[in-house]
């Protein structure tokens, strides 16, 4: 397993760089909506609205991205949920086994070791709150609700 204390590292530095990226692209896009003339036919118009949107979409990413910075470090697991960097493996309704490590921020989950993720404040993440080796879980997909059963659980460190 990744240490804990690396793999957040590594993650605030890829959200402090895709920040800059973002905020760079978002200073080019006001300058050229800025350089617009008034005048122009429907097509100006049309790219005109397609800067508007990608400009609207850098800044909710922007929004994003320093809400997850400003909150820090991870936060401490509520009483029963798992905390964050614990491994666990999990043979779903179809038949497949996964591992997943819980992570605090989604953007820590493109990380680059082999398990895949699980945030904290995910439905699943939540139903797996006291659960123990051999336990059946059941969480809400937006298909309807769905079994898990726990098939191994390694905490951080261990």
């Known amino acids: ?5 690396n793999a957040i590292a590594r ?10 990226q973002l905020r760079a692209r978002r200073s ?8 617009r003339d008034s005048v122009g ?19 909710d990413r922007i929004a994003e991205i320093t809400g997850l910075l400003a909150r820090g470090g991870v936060p401490e697991p509520a009483a029963g949920r798992l905390p964050h960097g614990a491994e666990v493996t999990l043979r779903f309704d179809d038949g497949e086994v996964s ?10 989950a ?15 993440g939540r139903a797996l709150v006291g659960s123990k080796v051999g336990d059946i879980v ?18 951080p460190g261990e």
């Open 99 to 108: 591992t997943l490590r819980v992570v605090a921020i989604p953007e820590e």
């Open 28 to 35: 080019e896009l006001a300058a050229e909506l800025g350089d």
């Open 1 to 5: 397993m990744a240490d804990t204390g």
């Open 11 to 20: 993650t605030r530095q890829r959200l402090e760089e895709e920040l800059a």
């Open 110 to 124: 493109t990380g680059d070791d082999d398990a895949g993720a699980v945030t904290l404040d995910s439905p699943l």
């Open 138 to 155: 059941q969480y809400g997909t937006p298909s309807g609700p769905a079994l898990v059963e726990v098939v191994a659980l390694r905490m």
């Open 41 to 59: 036919d429907r097509a100006d118009h049309a790219d005109l609205l397609e800067q508007a949107d990608d400009a609207a979409w850098l800044d």
